[in-house]
């Protein structure tokens, strides 16, 4: 039998008094078309020290990156590896330490193997957007032209170019780069940790976001060096294991639901974070930021019989 | 004899091409004239086991406020609270753990005397704009028509209603309080640790920023209680010691300075973080929304002879 847990709300809310609209009543008043599973294949699990991150792969924005860490993950590249970055109000960074000398030293280079994954791929910044069901945020953005989501995801979209992208909220994953735009291969990932950045929009390939346990990542401490690096080895976090859900038997695996965001259900619950009602609020604020927008994410549990 | 160190950029940006705007040759080609000095009346240090942290009060947005936390830090009543709460992706909150049983027993509440501190203060929401120097941000806002900077904060305003507020930016710190609009009293303080939560503005006071160690409030293990606070005493995080900078000898304290916002040198700098010129950005932006543009400090250190 499935058995849904609502594991928890993005934000604690009282109780909404009866007619009010207000983000917890519109998830009480969700049905089960409202959510869509989160397919395994794209759930990467990043186990730290502190227990374990959840990551959904964005496989629609950046099909060959997503392919990349998947081979990656399988293969166990990332095992052992560690986070080597943190920088506050900005993003904590992980991969292989030794990654740069593979640029420097070719084949004499320290850098952990790649194994049957690409060592180049081409930079996966935007896609087309044409087919793709957009909600659009009617309050506007900042950066671009028209902001919403798509597939789960928070996005711009540029009618002029018809091109689509993930914009960097809080809790986004993407692929670290260097200068040249198509020098990121999946094998070093970043998670936004703070206010979210969104000039790295269209300039850095996004490849996913963060499910459950972003406090391990935004928690951690801040690197002394430059851009948040840590100095010292062992300041570094350990990865003890990377792993995709489908690569572990479904018994053993936690699996994941996301609130749609191609439906009447999340207008409701855009509506519910425009507005707010909850008896706190003396000013109920009327609009909303892209950003400020919590997607929810339930846990689906297998009851064993 | 005054020498000036630049304590740190907010974030690192590569050496800038001869003629080309970055941040980082903003801040190299200011004056002395392009700081202020940040009152030690208006500095507030909280010592942590960790390290201390830099708030610069915001006397002229919440004065009732800002004098009662003066009160309170000149008679120690910080000192030995705790960080009560640490929230993902919102805030961080210090102050009384039995402060909401004065409201509750009167006199015969466990709650820590306030002692000549007011217990109850005003709404101090906005304030009016009228003479108060303003840097519009020219990218405009997704929350209110006009946001920009006012006496080194950044701040929305409403040329209908006259007023301006301190928005609530990354840093941002606030008088906690209950349903009530005049709840607060600056004895329980919060600060932003994520994503910009601006739907607070307008419907809290706001009494200050961050100016340093922002990373040491910013990384506390978030509390697995209902809205973040820490289920279990020895979870909270000691104040080992409150104190204005003014109470402490010249010699002793350290003193700041920060980036004036009614400057040419301010335009430069955001016109530096609208279009990013350093070389690893592909597209520079064009844009940057209010919380996007960090407020560079720096220490001012007195050499001794």
Redesign the interface.
Known sequence: MLQIVLASLC??APAPDAGVLTSARVLEESSPSDWRHVDPSNTLYLDLPGGRVVIELAAGFAPSHVENIRTLAREHYFDDLAILR?Q???VAQWGDPNADDRANAGDRAHAKSLGSARAKLPAE?SRPSQGLAFTKLS??????REVGWADGFPVGRDPRTGQIWIAH???IVGAGRN?P?DSSNGAELYVVT??????L???ITTVGRVLRG??LL?????GTG??GFYEKTQQRVPLKRVTLASAISAADRTEWEALRTDTPTFQRWVEA?RN?RE?????P?G???L??VPLPVREVRFQKK
């Open positions: 934000l604690a943190s506050d109000n900005y910044f309050d506007g953005d900042v950066y671009t909220c809080y809790g200068n735009a703070g206010h979210s950045p969104r000039h929009d269209r300039n972003m406090e935004s928690s951690l401490p801040r430059a851009l974070r707010r008896p706190w609020f003396v000013y604020v609009h909303v930021e950003c400020n």
